[in-house]
């Protein structure tokens, strides 16, 4: 026999928070560098970006050519979306799933990776508020780890 599973409502509020938290780095690397919005680059980027477009790199020996700038910006604009779409799925994952978020899951430990790593790559290379952005959702998700996950059964009516 199999026990349901129910989360504690503040664990799928970290799970939602992480998840808004790493959508939001997403959706604002798209806005900075991958929309009309975005203003001209100032001149000694304008140098960088205007060499990177005539330099041209393979992809795979006798394959398709590309700039180092195409791939640059692909790889940028991909990575953003990439965040966007994390953040999508767990958000559904947490609606729809909810027996993927059992404490030490295999979902709950990517979730705490993925943002773990991304920490990791904002204090690399990106500036405080991503790092911040980054930082709070992965104690978001290791949160979660220790979130208390306890079968309904055991539950008492009155903590309903």
Not at 102 to 113: E, V
Request: charged letters at 10%; one cysteine or more; proline letters at 7%.
């Amino acid at each position: 026999m199999f026990l349901e599973v129910v989360m504690e409502p503040w664990s799928r509020r970290l799970f939602y928070t992480g998840a808004t938290l790493i959508g939001l780095v997403g959706v604002a690397h798209l806005l900075m560098f991958h929309s009309p919005l975005t203003g001209p680059l100032p001149a000694g980027e304008q140098a960088v970006a205007d060499l990177a477009a005539v330099t041209a790199s393979p992809m795979f020996e006798n394959g398709r050519q590309v700039t180092v700038r195409d791939f640059n910006d692909g790889t940028s604009a991909e990575m953003g979306m990439l965040a966007v779409m994390f953040a999508v799925a767990v958000v559904v994952a947490v609606r729809e799933a909810p027996g993927l978020l059992r404490r030490w899951s295999p979902f709950s430990l990517a979730c705490t990776a993925v943002s773990g790593f991304s920490v990791w790559l904002s204090v690399a290379y990106f500036p405080e508020p991503i790092i911040v952005f980054t930082v709070m959702s992965a104690v978001c998700f290791g949160l979660v780890l220790a979130a208390p996950f306890r079968p309904a059964a055991l539950r008492s009516a009155s903590y309903r």
